[in-house]
């Protein structure tokens, strides 16, 4: 650790090793010119504490111990193989420039990845093939191709608020938008509805996995 606070991890390549990002008070910078291959990342801090600068993890495991909350830095990585476990919410992956000019960004992929030991809330999957990934199964559902399905999807009658708040917005999202995760206990909770009444609707639509 620097003087500032900051572990980097750039211009190297990284094989079969367990990283664990877990000091409350470390930054941690990962990139650029930094490839891991087949190495599990721990992490356990805040999204601040987290700064990816194009690295590339190639058949990685990430077991996130802490909810990683509203991280759209997913974007300046590529993943390719690699397994996510544990709470995210509010995170972006995938090919998305237009996030921010830093040039990192631009540079973002994510194929073949498995979300299946995952709980995801509201994290969305971007300029990707949604069917090289796996994602989670319920209470976890994903929309597929959000934008271009919208206009079915609020054709049929939502519990609660589901409607307003989440469906009648999907032709909002980024128009790199390819997969949009939600977690049905989270969402029924702040949208005053129940999993079940959520599911019955969902189970209607072959563009949404569960």
């Known amino acids: 650790m620097d003087w500032l606070g ?6 190297r390549e990284i094989e079969n090793e367990r990283l664990e990002l877990t000091d409350p008070k470390a930054n941690y ?4 010119n930094l490839i891991l291959r087949n190495c599990t990342l721990v992490l356990k801090v805040s999204a601040r504490r987290l700064s990816l600068k194009q690295p590339r993890f190639i058949d ?28 995210l919410s509010g995170c972006d992956f995938g090919y998305w420039p237009e996030y921010t000019s ?3 960004y631009q540079h973002g992929s994510i194929e073949d990845c498995d979300f299946s030991e995952a709980r995801l809330d509201g994290c969305r999957f971007m300029d990707c ?7 989670p199964k319920w209470p976890c ?11 079915e999807l609020c054709r049929a009658t939502w519990p609660g608020l589901v409607g307003d708040v989440v469906v009648e917005k999907l032709h ?22 129940t999993p079940e009444e959520l599911k019955a609707v969902i189970e209607k639509f072959d563009c949404i996995l569960f």
């Open 141 to 151: 559902f994903t929309i597929l191709d959000p934008i271009r399905r919208a206009p």
């Open 6 to 11: 900051n572990i980097v991890f750039n211009d």
């Open 129 to 135: 093939d949604p069917s090289t990934l796996r994602f």
């Open 102 to 104: 830093l040039p990192w």
């Open 60 to 87: 990685c495991t990430f077991e996130v111990k802490q909810e990683l909350k509203n991280y759209q830095s997913w974007v300046a990585a590529s993943l390719k193989g690699c397994r996510v476990k544990g709470r």
């Open 172 to 193: 909002k999202q980024p128009p790199r938008t390819m997969a949009l995760t939600e977690h049905a206990p989270t969402l029924a909770k702040q949208l005053e509805t």
């Open 29 to 32: 910078i990962l990139g650029p």
